[in-house]
């Protein structure tokens, strides 16, 4: 199994560009996440999907993100326009909802400069 | 509200010495708990889980956790450190009926010398 994964892993832009990040899930898992990771504010989840649907997006910091997943094997984290602030690494966890199972799988990650 | 706190930015310790790294929590149900560890430049790697059950739980890399309900603690322990041990670690909680959204403490940096 590939495991989680991420492209690009790295990005530089400027300022009010378009960025899109995107994501693969394991295979067979129902639940992708993604997460921002900063030095100031450590670990934040910014929205999750079960079964390619949106739960939870509270932690979206603006309008300027927005998160698709079309399909199972696919999901994007969009920011437009993108502010030197939105500089951070971004990952994308999976798991699979089962009775003890839970844990999540984490992709290597982002890592998006805003000039 | 769950909540997860790690009262240590960084843990010190010499390869062979045992190690400690905490975690507490607060939650208003019951807990699911986790330990992952990040190496630099990569993403989170599960360690292990408590569920429920024996509160002794073992996990990856000779890793283990202890859940102490009335203290309201996850620490995670290891016996013998090794400077590869080297990373950064996260506490998380997950409260049973909340989906499956984890909340990541700020993370304890364990750094292991010869």
């Known amino acids: 199994d590939a495991g989680v994964i991420q492209s690009p892993r790295h990005e530089v832009t400027e300022m009010g560009q378009e960025v899109t990040l995107r994501c693969k899930p394991i295979?067979?898992?129902?639940?992708l996440f993604w997460y921002r990771q900063t030095m100031m504010r450590g670990l934040e989840l910014l929205i999750y999907?079960?079964?390619?649907?949106?739960?939870?997006d509270s932690g979206m910091p603006e309008d300027r993100f927005s998160a698709k997943m079309p399909n199972a094997s696919f999901s994007t984290l969009k920011i437009q326009p993108s502010e030197p602030r939105d500089s951070a690494v971004y990952f994308c966890?999976?798991?699979?909802?089962?009775?003890?199972?839970?844990?999540?799988?984490f992709g290597p990650g982002t890592r998006l400069t805003v000039l | 509200a769950q909540s997860v706190a790690q009262p240590e930015d960084q843990v010190n310790v010499a390869e062979g010495n045992p190690l400690t790294v905490k975690c507490t929590y607060s939650v208003s149900g019951n807990p699911y708990l986790f330990w992952y560890v990040q190496y630099p430049n990569r993403g989170l790697q599960f360690l292990l889980k408590y569920i429920t059950g024996d509160n002794l739980v073992k996990g990856s890399y000779g890793f283990e956790a202890e859940f102490n309900k009335s203290q309201t603690s996850f620490h995670l322990k290891k016996p013998s450190a090794l400077v590869s041990d080297s990373a950064l670690y996260f506490c998380?909680?997950?409260?049973?009926?909340?989906?499956?959204?984890?909340?990541f403490g700020t993370g304890t940096r364990l750094q292991v010398t010869l």
């Open positions: 998380a909680v997950m409260v049973t009926g909340t989906a499956s959204k984890l909340t």
């Open positions: 966890a999976s798991s699979f909802r089962l009775a003890g199972v839970l844990e999540q799988f």
């Open positions: 999907f079960n079964n390619n649907v949106p739960i939870d």
């Open positions: 295979s067979g898992h129902n639940s």
